[in-house]
């Protein structure tokens, strides 16, 4: 693959590179930001099964990223971070996937944020239990996504959660926290009824 950049990505003030870490199959989602308006540029996967070595899956997927960060240039990455189950080695295994990932965004200078699984589908489908379909349903009809465009791999809606979840906590105000009330009165004097 040539790392020529996707012409598209110029039409929008922000992109966001989505990331559904895995072994066997990374799912990715590109989100371009106009304003207010999130769209879907582009999402797909990363096959691994091919690879019988752990290590050849990790330089696959430094290589696959590093070539999708050259290909759309992202402004920010936000990536799922690994549920912790009870299988050691799967989730050794698993956060190297994820921290490989993230070293090739960092080489190219992409700042990264990192979500639970719950908070993504919180902020899709407004229920941290979502099943995998839901949030592909939910995403499907917020980006405006035709049903033939959507993968067989959910790793792919996945990864656009999580995109689509970094846009939205972006998005909300900043709200400056007051230490005590001795600190609000002094900052607010105005507002203090004598």
Not at 131 to 158: F, G
């Amino acid at each position: 693959m040539d790392n020529k950049v996707d012409e598209r990505v110029r039409d929008y003030q922000r992109v966001i590179l989505g990331v559904d870490p895995g072994t066997n199959v990374m799912g990715y989602g590109i989100l371009g930001v106009n304003g207010k308006k999130p769209s879907l540029i582009a999402m797909g996967v990363i096959k691994l099964n091919k690879f019988e070595c752990h290590y050849m899956r990790l330089k696959r997927i430094y290589d696959r990223i590093l070539e999708i960060c050259n290909q759309y240039l992202p402004d920010e990455m936000a990536i799922e971070a690994p549920f912790f189950g009870k299988n050691v080695q799967s989730m050794l295994k698993l956060g190297r996937a994820q921290g490989v990932a993230m070293a090739a965004a960092l080489s190219r200078e992409v700042p990264i944020t990192e979500y639970e699984p719950r908070k993504i589908k919180m902020a899709i489908t407004g229920n941290g239990a979502s099943s995998k379909e839901q949030v592909q349903e939910m995403l499907r009809r917020i980006l405006s996504i035709p049903r033939e465009n959507l993968l067989p791999e959910l790793d792919a809606t996945d990864a656009l959660a999580a995109a689509l979840c970094h846009f939205y906590e972006s998005e909300k105000p900043v709200v400056a926290k007051s230490t005590s009330w001795k600190d609000y009165i002094a900052k607010n004097p105005d507002k203090i009824k004598k």
